[in-house]
């Protein structure tokens, strides 16, 4: 028999996330829903022996046709698949959540609320008539603070009981009106059509006009009378706001409930949070607080990520490379098998995983500004800016996750309501500088800026931030001209990181990157080693080898730009499918040219660049083709390959551009 | 007396009395709980979007869209 399944359905920023990974702890794995790049989490729980699905899905407002995750949210409801659904609320916002409970009410599915975050409510002087919320709304409510995992054994008690239901309970709210003689005219057609979702239900859509519904109608197998009453409907009420009375009548429901089972204090408690927006929101702190807290997570990466960290692994590469030779030589392992293995495998994979530490606190410290809160007053201090280059503040949110990975950045635009911001959204986050670009810079910055890496690298994502604004002032001039979308955006309250959360979310980005390294960044090392050695009758590594002609053949395009050797224009190459690779590939090309002498990937960088042509060089890397992982979800977002084929030429175009022109006014200074 | 959103200061309360934006628009601010009756108290206003308060929760609106929301006593 197949397990029980339960579906986790909540507003964003009610602590959904944190149920989830409580319930399910590491038993976990994060995919997609079918056709469309939404995140789908689902995992696994055990309650007295048995064995439950949780399927976690998106955070939404509203079951609706407003964007994909309601969708996806709603189609997945409608589909029966989950046995029960826990709605978790936040507890201190009740109405507002409220709201989508009672859709979930209309949809006549079995539901369990989970009031959460309590403790949150109780600072503010909340109290709550836990009996009277349940009885008003028909359904089984349970207070839980999911981060202790307080509660969490009566919703499973709940989940139980409403399992052994034969159906949901009714819903309680009640329409009047004129809107509800339409609903109860509509829901009289529906009821002897032969259809999957419950008459009433539909009828509700249908009256509300929500245009996913009217899809899923066109394409279900209705009478032609059920039909003509739809079309007509529509035909003659396209002007009335019933949507609005609709919306208006749940929220009077949800007012209701409020009011008889909720105990407000007299007087607002100012919290905490309250006094922290006073500072991170004003108008003139605002931009400068963001760009301390960025530069001070700079600043902690690489000091701890780097300085502290980063000998540890380093050393730990290069004693693995020793060992696996001496290792391989006693078995009297071939020539070539040694070569590959020290050179290509460990020289070029080592270089990256050497980083590993690095990665893993930008992670860290971007998962706590994440969990903080404060991307939301990032997104509200920068609104105006953003609207002059023709975005708003919500685009930057898309920007500041690009820092991470560009992926989840470019697939953030869909929270964008208009095509236009989703576009240049998509188009820019690649000048957001990830996590796979930081090898390559702490290796420049190591070798050329010895102690200024926080600065170095603030000024070298300042300059991305920048570049990105500008091209999408271009873009709202020329491909996509009109109004930028508008601004609204919860400011939930500051809260503690929650440990769990941000660990997880670190855990899933560095494993990322360690399987890369171990498949792409290998196979990528793989390819360029071998290219490196042959035809075996010339010296391996030099430039009279395949690889080396390659490059000798790119180089003249990137000598005006002053790197001007055949391995460090094939490294740029190599970093098209994976970014790392471009450390990967210099270091398996250096320690092949530098083997006997022993020479590290730094001071051969040394030997290659000067101050001016690693600048010229990071720039390149900062601004030029994002990595195939981001063309493939721009092909996969705008269903095109037009747009990723434009993104690959014109960010190549324009690196080019900008590490020229540094290059050459920086020569005609006089700098080096 | 109608009044427009942006219009108040930090601290005045009023009751959404209608919204006057595109249909999709106007859905989202009604399903955010800006729907006729709520009652909201500003939290900011200067030069920026506007901070909102919807009991006791805040809300952020772009001036553009927060100049929409037309209020009553």
Same mark, same amino acid.
């Given at each position: 028999?197949?397990?029980?399944?339960?579906a986790?359905?909540?507003?964003? !920023?009610?602590g959904?996330t944190?149920?989830f990974n409580?319930?399910?702890?590491?038993?976990q794995h994060?995919g997609?829903?079918?056709g469309?790049?939404?995140?789908?989490? $689902?995992?696994?729980?055990?309650h007295?022996?048995?064995?439950y699905?949780?399927?976690?899905?998106?955070?939404i407002?509203?079951?609706?046709?407003?964007?994909?995750?309601?969708?996806?949210?709603m189609?997945?409801?409608?589909?029966?698949d989950?046995?029960?659904?826990?709605?978790?609320?936040?507890a201190?916002?009740?109405?507002?959540?409220?709201?989508?409970?009672t859709?979930?009410?209309?949809m006549?599915k079995?539901i369990?609320?989970?009031?959460?975050?309590?403790?949150?409510?109780e600072?503010?002087?909340?109290?709550?008539?836990?009996d009277?919320?349940?009885?008003?709304? !028909?359904a089984?409510?349970?207070?839980?603070?999911?981060h202790?995992?307080?509660g969490?054994d009566?919703?499973m008690?709940a989940?139980?009981?409403?399992?052994?239901?034969? *159906?949901?309970?009714? !819903?309680?709210?009640?329409y009047?009106?004129?809107?509800?003689?339409?609903?109860?005219h509509?829901?009289?057609?529906?009821?002897?059509?032969?259809?999957?979702?419950?008459?009433r239900w539909?009828?509700? *859509?249908i009256?509300?006009?929500?245009?996913?519904?009217?899809?899923?109608?066109?394409e279900?197998?209705?009478?032609?009378?059920?039909?003509?009453?739809i079309?007509?409907?529509?035909?003659?009420?396209?002007?009335?706001?019933?949507?609005?009375?609709?919306?208006?009548?749940?929220?009077?429901?949800?007012?209701k409930?409020?009011?008889?089972?909720?105990?407000?204090?007299?007087v607002e408690?100012?919290?905490?949070?309250?006094?922290?927006?006073k500072?991170?929101?004003?108008?003139?702190?605002?931009i400068?607080?963001f760009?301390?807290?960025?530069?001070?997570?700079?600043?902690?990466?690489f000091?701890?990520?780097?300085?502290?960290?980063?000998g540890?692994?380093?050393?730990?590469?290069?004693?693995?490379?020793v060992?696996?030779?001496?290792?391989?030589?006693?078995?009297?392992?071939?020539d070539w098998?040694v070569?590959?293995?020290v050179?290509?495998?460990?020289?070029g994979?080592?270089?990256v995983? $050497?980083f590993v530490?690095?990665?893993?606190?930008?992670?860290l410290?971007l998962?706590?500004l994440e969990d903080s809160?404060?991307m939301?007053?990032?997104?509200?201090v920068?609104?105006d800016?953003m609207?002059?280059?023709?975005?708003q503040?919500?685009a930057?949110?898309?920007?500041?996750i690009?820092?991470?990975?560009?992926?989840?950045g470019?697939?953030?635009?869909?929270?964008?309501d208009?095509? +236009?911001?989703r576009?240049?959204?998509?188009l820019?986050?690649?000048?957001?500088?990830?996590?796979?670009?930081l090898p390559?810079?702490?290796?420049f910055?190591?070798?050329?800026?010895?102690?200024?890496?926080?600065?170095v690298?603030?000024?070298?994502?300042?300059?991305?931030i920048i570049?990105?604004?500008?091209?999408?002032?271009?873009?709202? !001039?020329?491909?996509?001209?009109?109004?930028?979308s508008?601004?609204?955006?919860?400011?939930?309250?500051?809260?503690?990181?929650?440990?769990?959360?941000?660990?997880?979310?670190?855990?899933?980005n560095v494993?990322g990157?360690?399987?890369?390294?171990?498949?792409?960044i290998?196979?990528?090392?793989?390819?360029?080693w071998?290219?490196?050695?042959?035809?075996g009758?010339?010296?391996?590594?030099s430039?009279y080898t395949l690889l080396?002609?390659?490059?000798?053949f790119?180089?003249?395009?990137?000598?005006?730009?002053?790197?001007?050797?055949?391995?460090?224009?094939?490294?740029?190459?190599?970093?098209?499918?994976?970014?790392?690779?471009v450390?990967?590939?210099l270091?398996?090309?250096?320690a092949?040219?530098y083997m006997?002498?022993g020479?590290q990937?730094?001071?051969?960088?040394q030997?290659h660049?000067?101050?001016?042509t690693a600048?010229?060089?990071?720039?390149m890397?900062?601004?030029?083709?994002p990595?195939?992982?981001?063309l493939?979800?721009v092909a996969?977002?705008t +269903?095109s390959?037009?747009?990723?084929?434009?993104?690959?030429i014109?960010?190549?175009?324009?690196?080019?551009?900008?590490?020229?022109?540094?290059?050459?006014?920086?020569?005609l200074?006089?700098?080096? | 007396m109608?009044k427009?959103?942006t219009?108040?200061?930090?601290?005045?309360?009023?009751?959404?009395?209608?919204?006057v934006a595109g249909?999709?628009?106007?859905?989202?601010?009604?399903?955010?709980g800006?729907?006729?009756?709520?009652?909201?108290?500003?939290?900011?206003?200067?030069?920026?979007?506007?901070?909102?308060?919807l009991?006791?929760?805040?809300?952020?609106?772009?001036r553009?869209l927060?100049?929409k929301i037309?209020l009553g006593?």
């Amino acid at each position: 028999m197949r397990n029980k399944r339960i579906a986790l359905v909540g507003n964003p !920023n009610s602590g959904k996330t944190t149920f989830f990974n409580g319930l399910t702890g590491a038993n976990q794995h994060v995919g997609n829903w079918p056709g469309v790049t939404v995140e789908k989490k $689902e995992g696994k729980f055990t309650h007295e022996g048995k064995e439950y699905d949780v399927i976690d899905l998106p955070g939404i407002y509203s079951l609706g046709a407003f964007s994909e995750d309601e969708v996806v949210a709603m189609e997945y409801i409608l589909s029966d698949d989950a046995d029960v659904i826990i709605n978790i609320i936040d507890a201190s916002n009740i109405e507002r959540n409220l709201y989508l409970t009672t859709q979930l009410l209309e949809m006549g599915k079995k539901i369990i609320l989970a009031l959460n975050m309590v403790d949150e409510a109780e600072k503010r002087n909340i109290k709550f008539d836990i009996d009277k919320l349940s009885e008003l709304l !028909n359904a089984p409510v349970i207070p839980t603070v999911a981060h202790k995992g307080r509660g969490q054994d009566q919703i499973m008690e709940a989940v139980l009981e409403v399992l052994d239901q034969d *159906k949901a309970h009714d !819903n309680p709210l009640i329409y009047s009106g004129v809107v509800a003689h339409h609903i109860d005219h509509m829901e009289e057609i529906f009821k002897d059509q032969d259809l999957n979702y419950s008459p009433r239900w539909t009828a509700i *859509k249908i009256v509300e006009g929500d245009p996913a519904v009217r899809k899923m109608l066109s394409e279900a197998n209705l009478s032609p009378e059920a039909q003509q009453a739809i079309d007509e409907f529509y035909k003659y009420h396209s002007s009335d706001n019933f949507e609005l009375e609709i919306v208006d009548s749940r929220y009077a429901f949800a007012n209701k409930v409020a009011e008889q089972g909720v105990i407000r204090p007299e007087v607002e408690v100012v919290t905490r949070s309250d006094k922290i927006d006073k500072i991170l929101t004003n108008k003139y702190i605002g931009i400068p607080a963001f760009a301390l807290i960025m530069l001070l997570a700079f600043q902690i990466t690489f000091a701890i990520g780097e300085e502290l960290l980063g000998g540890f692994a380093a050393d730990l590469i290069e004693g693995l490379g020793v060992l696996v030779e001496s290792l391989l030589i006693s078995i009297s392992a071939p020539d070539w098998l040694v070569a590959f293995v020290v050179d290509g495998a460990i020289s070029g994979v080592g270089a990256v995983v $050497e980083f590993v530490p690095l990665i893993t606190v930008l992670y860290l410290l971007l998962g706590l500004l994440e969990d903080s809160g404060y991307m939301a007053r990032a997104a509200y201090v920068w609104d105006d800016l953003m609207r002059s280059f023709g975005l708003q503040g919500k685009a930057f949110i898309s920007m500041i996750i690009g820092f991470g990975c560009n992926v989840p950045g470019i697939m953030s635009a869909r929270t964008l309501d208009s095509r +236009k911001d989703r576009m240049i959204t998509m188009l820019i986050n690649p000048f957001m500088s990830c996590g796979a670009k930081l090898p390559i810079y702490s290796v420049f910055i190591a070798a050329f800026f010895p102690g200024k890496g926080g600065l170095v690298l603030f000024a070298l994502y300042a300059t991305g931030i920048i570049v990105a604004l500008i091209m999408a002032k271009i873009f709202n !001039n020329t491909l996509f001209k009109g109004e930028p979308s508008y601004f609204i955006m919860e400011l939930p309250p500051y809260r503690l990181p929650i440990a769990k959360n941000v660990i997880r979310n670190m855990w899933n980005n560095v494993s990322g990157f360690i399987v890369r390294a171990g498949t792409i960044i290998f196979s990528v090392v793989t390819i360029m080693w071998f290219l490196a050695v042959v035809p075996g009758s010339v010296e391996p590594y030099s430039q009279y080898t395949l690889l080396g002609r390659i490059g000798t053949f790119l180089t003249p395009l990137f000598r005006p730009a002053g790197f001007g050797t055949w391995q460090e224009s094939v490294a740029l190459f190599a970093g098209i499918p994976a970014k790392e690779a471009v450390v990967g590939t210099l270091g398996m090309l250096y320690a092949g040219l530098y083997m006997e002498e022993g020479v590290q990937l730094v001071n051969a960088i040394q030997q290659h660049f000067t101050q001016l042509t690693a600048i010229s060089y990071m720039v390149m890397v900062l601004l030029y083709t994002p990595c195939a992982a981001v063309l493939g979800i721009v092909a996969k977002e705008t +269903k095109s390959f037009k747009w990723p084929a434009f993104l690959a030429i014109y960010t190549f175009a324009l690196g080019w551009v900008a590490a020229v022109v540094i290059y050459q006014v920086g020569s005609l200074l006089g700098f080096s | 007396m109608d009044k427009k959103l942006t219009d108040l200061r930090e601290g005045n309360t009023g009751r959404v009395d209608k919204i006057v934006a595109g249909r999709g628009a106007t859905k989202r601010l009604y399903e955010m709980g800006f729907n006729t009756g709520a009652r909201i108290k500003i939290v900011k206003n200067d030069n920026g979007p506007v901070i909102v308060s919807l009991n006791g929760n805040k809300v952020a609106l772009g001036r553009g869209l927060a100049s929409k929301i037309v209020l009553g006593e």
